[in-house]
């Protein structure tokens, strides 16, 4: 009888990272269905449950406080009972190793043994350089929208939080960008690749077959990511709770279908002057910038949304988020 792979073994090598609503779900979905990636549905473990292992992996306390810092949806995704298991003989584990086997003893991941592991969640996206330290052969994909379609969907769809103008969340746009482009130049250097959506739907097989090659995956598994029609191991939801079980092809479709704008041609304006350097970067015309006063007022929001960012940032390292 075969003996089943040791899962402390396995290790995070793949993380799918962007902005909202820029398509990170969709290639989630086509990359899991590549026979050798494994990317759990999103969940909020890598933020909470390293938090609750600020200090390491030391104790069944410690599984216990992870735990209970899930959301219910999210524990689901997970196996306590096979992770307390396979934890108990290894610890103390730093939390770059213990999340790791919380991902590897998951029901998806035993299901395929032998695949690599990943994770995706968009709003993890900020800890890009404190993973690309923790897992040194880790790579990153970027998956990247024009900043207005990413803002419009993510109003179209109720799903801007606190972010009550357009503008404020173009400017989160903007921060992605600008960390994600000095985590390519630092820790995640030559381990971060960038896609685009509008590429990866114009030609699917193309881009998918360029990104199998630049993350390590054996390009002959396009045909299984596009042909793809499992439903996942636990149903992924979006953030208002829509389940994502679609055929790989199907979802290259809808998503590019033309959906409502709620965006008028100022707020379009406005998010170009505050996007312009990121969105010439990346390979998208920025319009021309407003009249002086209104770049004015847009320089003052982005000072302040700056500020109440930093002091965020500090008040989750005090809480031991990543």
């Known amino acids: ?40 549905p999103e969940t909020l473990a890598l933020r909470r449950v390293s938090a609750a292992w600020r200090r390491g992996l030391r104790s069944e306390g410690d599984i216990a406080r992870a735990f209970a810092a899930l959301p219910e949806r999210d524990r689901g995704v997970f196996d306590r009972a096979a992770f307390a298991a396979a934890a108990g003989p290894r610890m103390p584990m730093d939390r770059a190793a213990a999340l790791s086997l919380l991902y590897a003893t998951a029901p998806m ?6 695949a690599r592991l990943g994770h995706k969640f968009p709003a993890d996206t900020p800890a890009v350089p404190i993973l690309a330290r923790w897992y ?25 939080g606190r972010a009550k103008r357009p503008e404020i969340a173009a400017w989160h746009w903007r921060h992605y960008m600008r960390l994600l482009a000095r985590a390519e130049a630092g820790p995640a250097a030559g381990r971060l690749h960038v896609l ?41 939801r979006s953030e208002a709770g829509r389940p994502h079980m679609l055929r790989s092809r199907r979802a290259l479709g ?19 002057t505050l996007c312009a350097p990121e969105m010439r970067r990346l390979g998208y015309r920025a319009d021309d910038p407003g009249p002086a006063v209104e770049r004015m007022a847009l320089a003052g929001l982005s000072l302040g949304l700056g500020a109440a960012f930093a002091a965020l940032r500090a008040r989750r390292r005090l809480r031991g988020e990543v």
């Not at 989630?28 to 269905?33: H, Q, S």
């Not at 991941?109 to 032998?114: G, L, Q, T």
């Not at 030609?203 to 396009?222: K, Y």
């Open 109 to 114: 991941a035993r299901d395929r043994p032998s």
């Open 1 to 40: 009888m075969e003996t089943p792979p040791d899962p402390s073994l396995r290790e995070l090598s793949v993380f799918v990272v962007g902005y909202p609503r820029s398509g990170t779900t969709l290639l989630r979905r086509l990359l899991t269905a590549h026979p050798d990636l494994c990317i759990l």
């Open 196 to 236: 685009s959506l509008p590429a990866l739907l114009a030609a699917p097989e193309a881009e998918l077959t360029r990104l199998c090659v630049a993350i390590g995956l054996d390009p002959g598994g396009v045909a299984a990511m596009l042909a793809d029609d499992r439903p996942d191991h636990a149903t992924e």
């Open 136 to 160: 040194p052969r880790a790579r990153f994909v970027h998956i990247h929208r024009h900043p207005a379609e990413a803002v419009g969907s993510l109003f179209a769809h109720g799903l801007q």
């Open 254 to 272: 809808e998503a590019g279908e033309a959906a409502p704008d709620p965006l008028g041609p100022g707020a379009r304006r406005r998010i170009a």
